[in-house]
């Protein structure tokens, strides 16, 4: 299985993408698209829609993995981002490929076992999953290739097929079971406008 | 000028068409494209992003007017509001066209001289603007032909060429200048996080 994650943004679009054998997981390619935020939005969103038509074109996934957009703090950025994986979802929908999408901290839990890792446990979690022989940089590229590795580990939140929903290990069940707590327990901070 | 206005949604994405001769205006068309809550996201944006390059490619617009999002408190719906924002931007600079963005709030000023006005009070003022024999419906439509009515009366949020920027009358730079304040006051609630 190819999964291509995509750690969407206007200004870095990171792209990742992973060759999984089971849970074995081999480094495939990671770019990052980038555009100015001198430059008009429709253009930037144009220029981010034309870069992955060509990544998912040119890698040829089975699925995109997508981090998922909260509402954040600076609502701005939150905006934009969403745009950004909208087009990631458009052109895998155009391709005819699955989506899966993880948010942040389930990405952060599935490839460091800290829903609150930072960015350099991230990246030296990537290197190690993928046997890279330096930290994968920048981080938008890491992000991304760690949203394609959570998708791997954990495919259940995938909005399509159940992916590997069968044949889970004991591990992985427990995981999934902290990862549900985990996720109630964070659901509620959100109740509460956090 | 040929203003085609879009009132950005999921479910259902108005589209209303205006000629304008100055201030003089006149109705060209209206359409409200629609998808399923049932269906997967990726697919309600790929369905909407074909039905907007259809009508953009149909009509021909000189400009591309869009409603601007804010976070409200639903988030999920303001998220998949603004990628249908997105893509609406995106097939503007498919096509080489300008864009602007006008916020509800001025749309309702705009065209009711109330940013708290209700829906059927902007359909009055849509179908006196536009001399139309019955009140535009739906909703969605009726908001789209008002996006494009309030740019053609106010385009000076326009994000691009300045469009009519020049010879307004007394009664525009009066309105212009109440615009100005409301949108101070409006920042400033923003502010306080409301």
Request: with cysteine; glycine share 10%.
């Given at each position: 299985m190819l999964v291509l994650?995509?750690?969407?943004?206007?200004?870095?679009?990171?792209?990742?993408?992973?060759?999984?054998?089971?849970?074995?997981?081999?480094?495939?390619?990671?770019?990052?698209?980038?555009?100015?935020?001198?430059?008009?939005?429709?253009?930037?969103?144009?220029?981010?829609?034309?870069?992955?038509?060509?990544?998912?074109?040119?890698?040829?996934?089975?699925?995109?993995?997508?981090?998922?957009?909260?509402?954040?703090?600076?609502?701005?950025?939150?905006?934009?981002?969403?745009?950004?994986?909208?087009?990631?979802?458009?052109?895998?929908?155009?391709?005819?490929?699955?989506?899966?999408?993880?948010?942040?901290?389930?990405v952060k839990l599935a490839v460091t076992g800290n829903g609150m890792a930072k960015k350099v446990q991230i990246q030296r979690m990537v290197a190690r999953f993928l046997s890279l022989p330096s930290l994968p940089s920048p981080f938008d590229g890491a992000d991304a290739l760690a949203q394609a590795i959570c998708h791997i580990l954990h495919p259940e939140d995938s909005s399509v097929f159940g992916l590997m929903d069968t044949g889970k290990s004991e591990a992985q069940k427990k995981w999934i079971e902290a990862s549900e707590k985990f996720k109630a327990a964070k659901n509620k901070m959100r109740g509460r406008g956090m």
């Open positions: 994650g995509v750690d969407p943004g206007l200004t870095r679009c990171g792209i990742g993408v992973v060759e999984a054998q089971g849970l074995k997981m081999r480094f495939v390619g990671m770019h990052v698209l980038s555009t100015s935020p001198s430059q008009k939005q429709e253009e930037r969103l144009l220029r981010l829609y034309e870069g992955l038509r060509g990544e998912i074109s040119g890698f040829r996934p089975d699925i995109v993995s997508i981090e998922k957009v909260f509402a954040q703090k600076n609502t701005n950025t939150v905006l934009g981002t969403a745009q950004v994986a909208g087009l990631a979802m458009l052109v895998a929908a155009q391709n005819s490929l699955p989506t899966a999408m993880h948010t942040p901290t389930e």
